[in-house]
């Protein structure tokens, strides 16, 4: 079924009458795994246990509070995701949910996410969930996005907390390490959305997002790309040598650091010719990868974790 | 205007009132359990201090 071909009056989900999946879908649950995983990870990996229900419970406000940002931004954002191939299905630029019921919602799950994660675990890692549905909502919807080319390496912070919060929940505080996740994902986030923003250029463009590609033109972006990923292996790497790294991480990302550079490298040293020939392949690969990069860096700090409970792992 | 209750109308309300109904039920259950947790937590601290304090004064 398509929106345009089979329009009928008495069929078209009226605002205020959308699904009950219409307002999940508000609270982008794909980068909702994300950030419970992040969030999972750095709970999972400090010093000081945690009971498992409050564990579960700051895991699910963290999550709460991560959808509730994407409420807000797909309130703010509705004209551009209308313009967009890739977002023109959303509740609210589809006309399924109503802007004010998107800003209500993301408004109200915002507060209980905030309230409840102080409750269940601690201020410090409510402060930072309520600072994280901020930045992104407006440091990086409001204003960066529209603004500025370096809206993605900025607003990347927004999705770099959600460890940060998963420490704190468990530990009450911040530390080298939890800094560190932090920055992994912060520098991570560049080189994944330009690779995205290079074979999804007409969308940006249409939308008038200042991303790089539209701004800087293709060829600096590919230099972006290549930068930003040799500024993260230091990062990457470097977590292997602190209380949460170990010997299978450091492998890991070794391994990992050299591929995703290899990518960059690749993605660097085409240009347009080239890349529309066979349909930007290599970007797509490299932007797959990043994905999968993300998630066994993460996955490796699990293992550390969890070889110490055998007497294994770690320095 | 009304519609014939079999309309989609009615089984997308319905699906958005179950998906609420079920989403406060567990956040009912979230709480609670929540609050049993830290209520324990708070009995075994209470019970170590009083066992450190009798151990303390005890000759």
Do not use: C
Request: net charge positive; proline share 5%.
């Amino acid at each position: 079924m398509t929106d345009t071909t089979t329009f009928k009056p008495a069929t078209l989900p009226q605002a205020g009458e959308a699904g009950f999946g219409d307002y999940v879908a508000l609270l982008k649950p794909r980068v909702m795994s994300l950030v419970v995983f992040t969030a999972l990870v750095g709970l999972l990996v400090a010093p000081v246990p945690v009971h498992p229900f409050v564990g579960l419970a700051a895991i699910l406000f963290i999550a709460l509070g991560a959808g509730a940002s994407g409420a807000l931004n797909m309130w703010w954002d509705a004209d551009i995701d209308a313009v967009m191939r890739r977002t023109a299905k959303r509740p609210v630029p589809s006309g399924r949910v109503a802007p004010g019921e998107a800003l209500g919602l993301g408004l109200a799950l915002s507060g209980i996410a905030v309230v409840m994660l102080w409750l269940a675990a601690n201020a410090v890692a409510a402060g930072l969930l309520a600072f994280t549905i901020f930045f992104y909502a407006v440091v990086y919807s409001m204003w960066l996005k529209r603004s500025t080319p370096q809206n993605i390496v900025i607003g990347g912070a927004a999705g770099a907390f959600p460890p940060m919060i998963g420490w704190a929940v468990a530990t009450g505080g911040v530390s080298l390490e939890s800094l560190l996740m932090f920055a992994l994902i912060f520098m991570w986030t560049p080189p994944h959305f330009w690779a995205l923003a290079l074979f999804m250029k007409e969308d940006y463009h249409k939308a008038g997002v200042p991303m790089l590609t539209v701004t800087h033109g293709r060829r600096a972006t590919r230099v972006h790309v290549l930068v930003y990923t040799l500024l993260l292996v230091p990062v990457a790497v470097g977590i292997g040598f602190t209380q949460i790294g170990g010997p299978v991480y450091l492998a890991v990302s070794i391994a990992l650091n050299a591929a995703f550079v290899v990518g960059a490298w690749r993605i660097w040293r085409r240009d347009e010719v080239q890349a529309e020939a066979d349909s930007y392949a290599v970007e797509k690969r490299v932007f797959r990868f990043s994905l999968w990069y993300l998630f066994l860096l993460f996955g490796a700090l699990l293992v550390e974790r969890a070889l110490q409970n055998f007497g294994l792992g770690g320095w | 205007m009304s519609f014939p209750p079999e309309h989609e109308i009615f089984r997308r309300r319905f699906g958005r009132n179950l998906g609420l109904g079920l989403t406060l039920a567990a956040f009912v259950l979230l709480v609670f359990g929540l609050t049993v947790v830290k209520v324990t937590q708070v009995g075994h601290m209470l019970a170590a201090e009083k066992a450190a304090t009798a151990a303390g004064k005890a000759p």
